[in-house]
């Protein structure tokens, strides 16, 4: 069988595993289950066969005319790369993690099967985008996870906080879509074609008229799918969906999308210095302001959602300089570490019955309940707080060095200011990133207080793909020597200058961290205030838990994000800016503002107008008619004594008039 066909199996098969799933649902539950594990392991298998066989050489490119449109034409193409199969192999693995850990977390989900169909069909999205060599046919894979995403997210429908973050998540998404398809559109006018080749070659010969123009529109749709400053707010909210989804999300669906296809079309935003310049200021926003927002947080989940836009504000970064080869490679080892970290934080709250970080510090004796979770999220926490050597200290690093050749003057496409904008944001960040991750271990495992709850054992398939993963969370840097093929025959090794950096500052966030939590502990008191927001059945299947525990966050703390907890030592460290951190700098309140309420009062108005103006009108000619109506039919009487009556009258009337007009007209 031939790689291009294989390819194609790809992302066919978890299509083909969603649609079955979906008609077999009902009349087979047995089904279920294998249609959602087996067709994302064979394509996570056979994409690493197809990256095996692509071995970094040269691209592989097939395609077929989809249909004629009398102008631009529309072609099903394939543009498998070194980023496109080692993406595909990411996709696939942390696909097949998520259905496998399904299967234990949603176990008595009534809605499991639409469920695990709408994961197969969000993968073979994913997919879709990846291996696409044609714009068109990546816009439908990645409107595809749009809706995906909405549904997914809004999975525990029950609770107004899933309903309302589906909707958020899909209306800002969409918002950065609408100049997404209008850059396309442009870009494909200029190009002549949707042909991701043809496009490159044409910005090669200096074909696109609009560069800068053609990128920021397509960076408004990146923006809102990769969750970056300004369209970045849905993402937190996204944590109201089921973990597995959170997991499938953040590390290798939907927001990894953005990052990739620009790492695709880079050339068309290196075209334009501003345009880079504009990426490298978003990106450095991005990652300071999820930093500290990090900092502030006391749901698990939210935690790491703000972590994962940082960590996306890195590979936003690495590409605003010019390095498609950093930021993919922090996008693979990204992908690995998050993945890890959402599914432990599954197990985390079902064990302790509480997303609260607050209140989990006031439980003892939770490391000894969760074994697997707690060794395999500290691997994938020193890998996120980039400590060598785990995956994270080789891809953080990689984007640190590109920054630096930058800031120098060393690379050929990126202007030297976004190199400093990105290099010294990305070493604030690294300092933060090891400051929140360094909180978020110690409060979840380190509590004191009273025994956390005896659940027995997780079921073996949610713990097992943790142990998984925790392989590419530790040894994935290791391959660094062993991947320049794949990455355009660019090294990717780290620099004594930006390691030595990078470790330091880390190593400066964690120990601040740890030392203003021990002061705090030795605080009077401030340990054993009851604090804390606890499900109501902490003994159900985890997926119940979890919807019971986020729903129990604002009634005990009157905040969906933080918590009034002076043993925090984030509160501490952040001092008066602890509570705008933990709304996220009200950004939602401006959108709110700006927005929101004018399209409301706007709503309000038309309304108004439509009820007391133009149905005003509508009410009086239907008013009218029926009067007129009443009357003539009090006319009608049936009896012909009265007709002849008015039929006199009438002739009466008439003749009066007649002789008055003559009378009239003969005196004039």
Known sequence: MTTTTLAVLVPLLPFLGAAAGLLLGRTAPGMVRPLAVLPTLAAAAIAVLVAVRQGGGKAIDASTQLTPTGSVPIDLALHLDGFAVL???????VASCVQIYSTGYLRDDPRYPSYAALVSLFTSAM?????????????????????????LVGHYWETPEARAASLKAFLVTKLGDVPFLIGLFALAADAGTFRITGILGSVAAGGIEHPTLVALLLLAGVAGKSAQFPLHTWLPDAMAGPTPVSALIHAATMVAAGIYFVARLLPVFAASAAALIVLAVMAAVTMVGSGLAALAQDDIKRVLAYSTIGQLGYMSGALAVGDRGAAVFHLLSHGAFKALLFLAAGVIIHAAGTNSLAAMSRMSGLTKRIPDAFWTMTVALLALAAIPPFAGFFSKEAVLVAAEHAALGESEVAPGVAGWTVLVSGLITALLTAAYATRLWLLAFRGRGAEAPDHGRQPIAMNAVLWVLAIPSLGFGLTVGYLDDWFDGHSLTPTVTTGVLGTGVALVGGLITYGTWR?????????????????????????????????????AYGDIAAAPDPADPGRLLLGPLHRHAAAGFHLDAVYSALFVRPVRAAAQLVSFLDREVVETYVRGSGTGTRWLGAAVRRAQTGNVQTYLSALLAGSVVLAIAAVVLSNVNAGS
Do not use: K, N
């Not at 993406?87 to 693995?93: E, P, Q, R, S, Y």
């Not at 119940?544 to 009634?555: R, Y």
């Open 519 to 555: 002061a705090i502990q030795y605080r009077a008191g401030a340990a054993r205030i009851p604090l804390g927001a606890v499900a109501a059945h902490p003994e159900a299947p985890p997926s119940v838990v979890e919807a019971e525990a986020i729903a129990a966050h604002t009634p």
């Open 127 to 151: 997919l879709l985008v990846v291996y696409s060599g044609d714009l068109m046919v990546l816009l439908v894979g990645w409107e595809i996870m749009g809706i995906c995403s909405y549904f």
């Open 87 to 93: 993406v595909a192999v990411l996709v696939g693995v």
